[in-house]
């Protein structure tokens, strides 16, 4: 593999965060030689999501920072999110560990010295250098990262659990990488995509997309193919730890990734790896800090969708897009793209945003990620246009939990799972249908309804188009074998029985009398009239039977077909 150096990105169309592409991991005899030493060093334990942090910052996934921050750049960066240089970092990387025996080691350490970070099997898995101990205030990180305290939110829960009351700052070195299992195979690091991106395939440009806890869904490949237009190469990196329970397993995420693009994406262009890192929950600090991974892993654009890393209501809808109103482009080093929810429409046929369609929610299939884990929970194959077969196929077999509880309910009440997808549902009695005289409510939905929706959805959504189609090619096609003869048979018929009426009708009105004998039992002659004049209106209403000869009047030519191509010469 290349081992690229910091004169090697002025070769390159990207440079990584910061001016250079951090890389702490040990080897060889150097590695050998501190593995000893780190025996002999007090060690601190620590959880799975801080070896995830120090590998990360290790092999460069967080440059330009080379270990845990100092007080004065992890304040910097809560209140100001930029290091204490200037330099934009929206989230603090902060080492404050919790429990009483590494509490007791703390207060042993001084600036300057060295401490061992070991794994929960007291496997060493770095070497800190203390270079700053400062104590640690939670509901300060809280309230300037967050915006709140309220332990509700799952990113402030995090850090009353996780976190102690004293943070060590100081640059790491990493012993040991942690094996990823299943991802083991995927795994790209950054200086693996520089090289791949810009050494074996030469790109001149590769968007980067981090996606949660979700397969595959026409959502995010809408995104994908919109960049795919422009931009020569692509990196997907779904989140496979620290996931919550609920979620589709990491590994049937991935293959449901691999299954869609090896069926619907251009074959050397998508680069699919897992980026093992935690969820913060930080909403639109988070999508920052996301932006600059995708550059560290040498991306030119960061595409950034619209509820990106947000979570509940904490934070406004597009608050991950308007947050990158603070920085200059030039600054941020990265150009990123940003992109509008994603539904299908029905009346379009295609997935689209609200700046690309006009069409209201009666036509539209909304694609949330939460409400597809609960079709897949339901054991329901989510409709073809939101989600692709293979991507939900796979996907159905790993979203945990399965099925419903004694109860008939699932992890998400069901009415809110139907307003998320189905919009229509509520309104109207079908897909693109009528309203309903009175609106159903979220509470009063069931299990059967969500069944319902998604089989009035399977039957209509492709035949709202295509019927639409249909009308228009029947009047359209001069060529009529394109046309269905029996079609225009039936019209004729119709027109003949409609014609047979009429003129019965007309005998009728000759021989009604003005004045009914016995309103009972006979016609008056100006109720007969109205019969008349109704089925000569629906005479006018039957399509006519468009036959060739019908279309000879739009077909004619000024000139010889010679002469439109251009030749005046005569022929020999």
């Known amino acids: 593999m290349l081992n690229i150096t910091e ?16 890389d702490k991991v040990l080897l060889g005899q150097e590695r050998e030689d501190e593995l000893v030493r780190a025996k002999q060093l007090p060690s601190i334990m620590v959880d799975l999501e801080a070896v995830i942090t120090l590998e990360m910052i290790a092999t460069g996934v967080l440059s330009p920072n080379e270990g845990f921050m100092n007080e004065i750049d992890y304040k910097s960066v809560l209140e100001n999110g930029r290091l204490s240089d200037g330099t934009i970092w929206p989230v ?17 350490l001084s600036v300057g010295d060295e401490v061992t970070l070991t794994d929960e099997s007291n496997e060493p898995v770095a070497i800190l250098k203390i270079e700053d101990i400062f104590a640690y205030d939670k509901d300060y990180r809280a309230a300037h990262l967050f915006g709140t305290t309220d332990r509700n939110h799952p990113g402030v829960d995090a850090i009353y659990r996780r976190m102690g009351n004293v943070a060590l700052g100081g640059e790491i070195r990493l012993l040991n990488r942690v094996d990823w299992g299943p991802f083991e195979k995927l795994r790209l690091e950054p200086k693996d995509t520089w090289h791949e991106f810009y050494e074996v395939k030469k790109f001149r440009s590769t968007a980067g ?22 931009i020569d190469g692509l990196l997907l990196q779904p989140l496979v730890e620290m996931a919550k329970r609920e979620y589709t397993r990491h590994e049937f995420r991935m293959l449901s990734y691999r ?17 093992r890192v935690t969820y913060i929950f930080a909403g639109p600090r988070e999508t920052v800090l996301h932006a600059l991974i995708m550059k560290n892993y040498g991306c030119t654009h960061a595409l950034i969708g619209r509820d990106h890393a947000g979570i509940g209501d904490y934070y406004d809808k597009y608050a991950s897009h308007s947050i990158f109103d603070q920085f200059k482009p030039e600054e941020l080093g990265i150009e990123v793209r940003l992109f509008h929810e994603v539904f299908y429409c029905t009346r379009c046929d295609t997935p689209a945003t609200a700046q690309s369609c006009p069409h209201d929610e009666k036509f539209r299939i909304n694609i949330s990620g939460t409400g597809i884990r609960e079709m897949l929970r339901h054991g329901i194959m989510p409709p073809k246009e939101i989600v692709r077969p293979e991507s939900a196929r796979i996907a159905i077999q790993g979203v945990q939990p399965k099925g419903l509880d004694e109860f008939e309910s699932s992890i998400t009440p069901v009415g809110k799972t139907i307003k998320s997808m189905f919009p229509f549902y509520l309104n109207r009695t079908r ?5 309903r005289k009175t609106p159903l409510t979220v509470e009063e939905l069931t299990n059967f309804d969500l069944e319902a929706a998604n089989l009035d959805v399977r039957s ?16 359209g096609d001069s060529n009529r074998n394109m046309q269905p003869e029996w079609v225009m048979d039936a019209r004729e018929t119709l027109r003949i029985q409609q014609e047979m009426v009429i003129d019965d009708l007309k005998m009728k009105v000759k021989q009604a009398p003005v004045t009914a004998s016995d309103e009972f039992m006979y016609q008056d002659k100006v109720e007969a009239e ?4 109704v089925a000569e209106k629906i005479l006018d209403d039957i399509p006519k039977a468009l036959r060739a000869d019908d279309f ?11 002469r439109y191509r251009g030749s005046d010469e005569p022929s020999e």
């Open 552 to 562: 000879d009047y739009r077909t004619w030519n000024a000139l010889p077909y010679k």
């Open 431 to 435: 897909l693109g249908g009528m309203k």
């Open 209 to 230: 997309f981090i996606t949660g806890a979700n397969p595959l869904h026409r959502g995010h490949e809408y995104i994908h193919k919109n960049a795919l237009e422009e």
């Open 530 to 533: 109205r019969e008349l004049e």
């Open 7 to 22: 004169n090697k990105f002025v070769n390159y169309p990207q440079q990584p965060h910061g001016g250079k592409l951090v």
């Open 259 to 275: 299954a869609v693009l090896d069926t619907y994406y251009p074959k050397g262009r998508s680069i699919l790896a897992p980026l």
């Open 92 to 108: 603090p990387l902060s080492f404050a560990p919790t429990g009483n025996r590494n509490s007791e080691i703390i207060k042993s």
């Open 460 to 475: 209509n959504a492709d035949r709202i188009y295509r019927e639409i189609f249909e009308e228009y090619s029947s009047i």
